[in-house]
Nanobody, 123 residues
């Protein structure tokens, strides 16, 4: 099994910044894509940003230019730098990773999720 643990959430005023981090530990062979999703109350979970193993990134339109996703492959971590935060960014943020286990066939991978960290943007 693989565990993903997020950190860095909290309360911030509009226009402020937060940096989320996520560390993957456990039975890890390779980590392919990693990402951050969020779920606001009463809304469906949405993927905010993704980063591939060769560090290609993509973002949803609403965070483009404000959020930056990055990863450290040596440490099995993924970060989300969030700037110019808005009240509509308020949500629980979840880290995810597509992971293979040692010895798995190359076509086999699993999607793991963290438990989430709360981000609240309010004055």
């Amino acid at each position: 099994q693989v565990q993903l643990v997020e950190s860095g959430g909290g309360l911030v005023q509009p226009g402020g910044s937060l940096r989320l981090s996520c560390a993957a530990t456990g039975n890890i062979g390779s980590i392919y894509s990693m990402g951050w999703s969020r779920q606001a109350p009463g809304k469906q979970r949405e993927v905010v940003a993704r980063i591939t193993s060769d560090e290609k990134t993509n973002y949803i339109d609403s965070v483009q230019g404000r959020f930056t996703i990055s990863r450290d492959n040596a440490k099995n971590t993924v970060n989300l730098q969030m700037n110019s935060l808005k009240p509509e960014d308020t949500a629980v943020y979840y880290c995810s990773a597509v992971v293979s286990h040692p010895g798995d066939p190359v076509t086999t991978a699993y999607n793991y999720w963290g438990r989430g960290t709360q981000v609240t943007v309010s004055s």
